[in-house]
């Protein structure tokens, strides 16, 4: 070691041999090896046991996601005591309700599907069982017609049962500006050959210009295709249909569709009892936030559906004078 003191410069020397030395570096290390041996294990101890305190609020959501019943729907009970687990039972949660609206959404398919193949099918076998006790070809012939429309019915119904299906699957926040009349025109030039076939009378009373809406685009096209169908389909030969839209200025959009059928009794609330097609629209309507009805009868006219948007959208829109 060096160092100056009293103008002059001082060097000092210690020197320790091998052997003294191996012993103070034993004695260093057992200072400090000695406390660890006692004070590792205890720490090991204590960081367990907080370890497993801190991850028990996890494995009690663990066992809670565990325990769900998705047929049932219920979300998970409580609330988490940390703001991160409160993330992941809130996406949980999410997961749930989503696989909860697609099991409700397979029993009313299947409830459907029950609900609407069953007349046709008891119908098939009763004329199955017709042709098999028919003794001329007249009772024969008629039994084949009867399995045959009933044949097409039942075909047409699994198609609406597939769109409706289909339908609940899409994107509901895809929303969109749609112009209503020429969505109403294609659909209506759709069906104009059907008509002709019934001797139906089927026209478009619209604006000129365009109206516009906010929907979603496949299912609102999806409504109106079937509101015509089922106008076109239930009226009798010879009946007059009319597609009608009104967007007076300051007044909701409406698209309307009349016919000079039977008329329809229509239950008002959720649409229990009707065919596929108009239980597919009143479905499609409620998801886009628009209003389905049947309004009153209005010579020459006996059956009249509308849909009603709550608010006008005038962006385009052409005024018309008359309500469907």
């Known amino acids: ?22 012993l103070l570096g034993r004695e260093f290390a057992q ?37 769900l019943d998705i047929e049932r729907g219920e979300p998970l009970p409580g609330q988490a005591p940390y703001r991160e687990l409160a993330i992941t039972a809130g996406a949980v949660n999410a997961l749930v309700g989503r696989l909860r609206a697609q099991v409700e959404r397979e029993r009313r398919f299947n409830a459907d599907v029950a609900h609407e193949l069953r007349t046709p099918l008891t119908t098939m076998v009763l004329q199955a069982n017709a042709l098999r006790q028919a003794v001329d070809d007249a009772q024969r012939t008629r039994a084949i017609d009867q399995i045959e429309a ?3 019915r039942s075909g047409r119904i699994l198609g609406q049962l597939l769109e409706l299906t289909r339908a ?19 659909l209506v030039a759709e069906h104009v050959p059907m008509a002709h076939e019934r001797d139906q009378d089927l026209g478009l009373e619209a ?12 299912m609102l096209s999806l409504a109106v295709r079937n509101l015509i169908d089922n106008a076109v389909r239930h009226a009798p030969r010879g009946a007059r249909i009319e597609v009608r839209i009104d ?47 049947q309004l009153p009868p209005l010579p ?23 309500t469907p």
């Open 1 to 22: 070691a060096r160092f100056e003191g009293h103008g002059a410069r001082y060097e000092a020397a210690v020197f320790v041999d091998r052997a003294h030395r191996r």
């Open 31 to 67: 200072h400090l090896v000695r406390p660890a041996l006692v004070l590792l294990p205890l720490v090991a101890l204590v960081l367990a046991f907080a370890i497993r305190r801190g991850l028990a609020p996890l494995e009690q959501l663990a066992d809670q996601i565990a325990g």
């Open 150 to 152: 009933v044949a097409l």
């Open 168 to 186: 609940q699957s899409l994107d509901r926040n895809r929303l969109e500006s749609v112009d209503l009349v020429e969505l109403a025109r294609h």
């Open 207 to 218: 604006p000129e210009g365009p109206v516009l809406v906010t929907a979603h685009g496949p």
């Open 247 to 293: 967007a007076a200025p300051g007044q909701p959009v409406a698209l309307g569709v009349a016919d000079t059928g039977q008329g329809l009794a229509m239950p008002p609330a959720q649409g229990h009892g009707l065919g596929i097609g108009l239980r597919l629209v009143r479905r499609i309507a409620d998801w886009n936030g628009i209003g389905f009805e």
């Open 300 to 322: 020459p006219w006996t059956t009249r559906l509308a849909l009603r948007w709550p608010t006008p959208d005038s962006a385009g829109a052409t005024a018309a004078t008359a």
